[in-house]
């Protein structure tokens, strides 16, 4: 059996659990699957901007705010500790976010940015996804935390938003350029990017 074929099955078996716990089961980049009485099951497409969230675990806390503001502003934001499934495969799921989101949001602070493991690799991930991406589109968008100073190679390439000292003020900037990012966007619908490396390779 070949990767993706054995890729689909594992969705399908985690989507089979989790709607016979009476849960609702969402698969980045494609939809949400509901629990439903009369049919089985009921299926959402994916419309909403979707934002993977990049951290490190001492950043938890203020990651799951910026979570729930995206949230709020009507966007799909992705976090670990919110989307993962249990028995799923949490690298290729982590890959697999990355892939399909439209903004990848990487929240640098005093914390992240001399630890290494997986916050690092993500972003190294990232980068090999935005090679796909059309050269006026926007994908990765860095955020500090804090006053910490950004990798050299981020400063070289991309514009960081700043959550502090002003949370929602930071917040209204992020939320307003995905809103201009999307809209711009519209005529020509979300971009396919190819998967730069075989599954399991990021981590």
């Known amino acids: 059996m070949d990767d993706c074929c054995e890729a689909t099955r594992d ?3 985690v989507v089979a ?7 609702i089961v969402e698969i980045d980049g494609l939809g949400t699957f509901y629990p439903d009485a009369c049919l089985g099951l009921r299926f959402e497409p994916q419309s909403m901007p979707q934002v993977f969230l990049a951290y490190v675990k001492e950043d938890e806390t203020r990651c799951a705010r910026l979570y729930s503001d995206l949230e709020a502003a009507g966007f799909s934001p992705w976090m670990d500790v919110r989307k993962l499934l249990p028995g799923q495969n949490w ?3 982590i890959q697999s976010a990355i892939e399909t989101s439209d903004f ?11 630890k290494r493991g997986g916050f690092q690799a993500e972003i190294r991930y990232a980068l090999d996804c935005a090679r796909g991406v059309p050269l006026d589109q926007i994908f990765i968008v860095p955020v500090r935390l804090d006053a910490c100073d950004v990798p050299r190679a981020v400063q070289a390439e991309f514009q960081w938003i700043d959550l502090f000292p002003g ?5 209204a900037v992020l939320k307003s350029m995905v809103r201009r990012e999307m ?4 005529p020509f619908g979300r971009t396919k990017r190819l998967t730069p ?3 399991g390779a990021m981590l």
């Open 11 to 13: 969705v399908a078996q």
């Open 17 to 23: 659990r989790g709607l016979a716990a009476g849960k």
């Open 91 to 93: 690298p290729r799921a």
């Open 104 to 114: 990848f949001v990487a929240c640098f602070s005093s914390n992240s940015v001399s």
């Open 167 to 171: 949370w929602n003020r930071g917040v």
């Open 183 to 186: 809209s711009r966007r519209k």
């Open 197 to 199: 490396r075989p599954p």
